[in-house]
T-cell receptor, first 112, second 116 residues
Framework: AQSVTQPDIHITVSEGASLELRCNYSYGATPYLFWYVQSPGQGLQLLLKYFSGDTLVQGIKGFEAEFKRSQSSFNLRKPSVHWSDAAEYFCAVGPNNNDMRFGAGTRLTVKP | EAQVTQNPRYLITVTGKKLTVTCSQNMNHEYMSWYRQDPGLGLRQIYYSMNVEVTDKGDVPEGYKVSRKEKRNFPLILESPSPNQTSLYFC???????????????FGEGSRLTVL
């Protein structure tokens, strides 16, 4: 069965600094991979997704993620964090988009 | 505006008192799903529905029921709530499809339920 691990429960970065959120997955075949963001009091919003093709995918709000099969990872990155990026981020994996498993989430705090 | 609407947003109830959390989407999506979010556990799927009158269990269906009589509505029913069902619940919908035909999941704003 597929599973997702987000090793970092909470990360704090300074505004303007770069960001990398880690995601490791377990799945027997080529996975479908997603990153979602949850702002306080809100539902989840899709940042980006990977199904096939180019392993570096671009998303909304200046985020990108890279699929590395050899490391079973799909880390999320942003070159310069803004205060509005403070939120909780969830990685998800599935055999398809109908059956996804979510990680436990990483809470991002942005220092001024 | 395309949206998924859940009600109530907040509810405090007592053990054993039946309750229903409604979910409605206006995007004509075939697929709808319920998740619960608990600290340290992320989102876990309770039930999902591929279309009208088609529902299936997710990872944590015990203690919950659902129905899908209309395309736009997917209510979550707790027949006899217990304190371990205290959680934040999310409804989501998307157009049906797998493989390369993958639609984005649209989430409601969540319903925070406390069972005393």
């Amino acid at each position: 069965a597929q599973s997702v691990t987000q090793p970092d429960i909470h990360i704090t970065v300074s505004e303007g600094a770069s960001l990398e959120l880690r995601c490791n997955y377990s799945y027997g075949a080529t996975p479908y991979l997603f990153w979602y963001v949850q702002s306080p009091g809100q539902g989840l919003q899709l940042l980006l997704k990977y199904f096939s093709g180019d392993t570096l995918v671009q998303g909304i709000k200046g985020f990108e993620a890279e699929f590395k099969r050899s490391q079973s990872s799909f880390n999320l990155r942003k070159p310069s964090v803004h205060w509005s990026d403070a939120a909780e981020y969830f990685c998800a994996v599935g055999p398809n988009n109908n059956d996804m498993r979510f990680g436990a989430g990483t809470r991002l705090t942005v220092k001024p | 505006e395309a949206q998924v609407t859940q009600n109530p947003r907040y509810l405090i109830t007592v053990t054993g008192k039946k309750l229903t959390v409604t979910c409605s989407q206006n995007m004509n999506h075939e697929y709808m799903s319920w998740y619960r979010q608990d600290p340290g556990l992320g989102l876990r799927q309770i039930y999902y529905s591929m279309n009208v009158e088609v529902t299936d269990k997710g990872d944590v269906p015990e203690g919950y029921k659902v129905s899908r009589k209309e395309k736009r509505n997917f209510p979550l029913i707790l027949e006899s709530p217990s304190p371990n069902q205290t959680s934040l619940y999310f409804c989501a919908s998307k157009r049906r499809g797998g493989g390369s035909n993958t639609g984005e999941l649209f989430f409601g704003e969540g319903s925070r339920l406390t069972v005393l």
